[in-house]
């Protein structure tokens, strides 16, 4: 299980550990797309959960590719907002095992690509 983690971890991560003054993209950086398999392997998800997570995990990818749009501070805020509301729906869906594994795994996500 450990190794699924990691794996999933460094899956998220991958090369979008630059922050968005030294030249990256920031439509990259906001790129927030998973592979679903992975991670519901990764939290051990029901069927159930899995497409709830996948709607969830859909609408806040979107919400941050839009942020992507916007200027410095409105981007901060509009970023907030949709973790904020992903952290909510999804402290809904999973367990509390679940939850505090998907907080870590976006955490990392976030921090490695310089959104955090």
């Given at each position: 299980?450990?190794?699924?983690?990691?794996?999933?971890?460094?899956?998220?991560?991958?090369?979008?550990?630059?922050?968005?003054?030294?030249?990256?993209?920031?439509?990259?950086?906001?790129?927030?797309?998973?592979?679903?398999?992975?991670?519901?392997?990764?939290?051990?998800?029901?069927?159930?959960?899995?497409?709830?997570?996948?709607?969830v995990?859909?609408?806040?990818?979107?919400?941050?590719?839009f942020?992507a749009?916007?200027?410095?501070?409105?981007?901060?805020?509009?970023?907030?907002?949709?973790?904020?509301?992903?952290?909510?729906?999804?402290?809904?869906?999973?367990?509390?095992?679940?939850?505090?594994?998907?907080?870590?795994?976006?955490?990392?996500?976030?921090?490695?690509?310089?959104?955090?």
């Amino acid at each position: 299980m450990k190794k699924i983690v990691l794996t999933l971890v460094a899956l998220m991560s991958m090369t979008m550990s630059f922050a968005e003054n030294e030249g990256m993209n920031t439509t990259e950086a906001y790129n927030m797309t998973v592979n679903m398999k992975k991670l519901a392997q990764a939290l051990n998800l029901s069927k159930d959960q899995v497409e709830s997570v996948a709607e969830v995990h859909k609408t806040f990818s979107s919400e941050m590719l839009f942020a992507a749009q916007y200027g410095k501070d409105e981007r901060t805020k509009m970023v907030d907002r949709a973790i904020n509301k992903d952290l909510a729906y999804m402290n809904y869906i999973l367990n509390q095992d679940q939850y505090r594994k998907y907080v870590m795994l976006l955490n990392v996500t976030l921090t490695n690509r310089g959104l955090k």
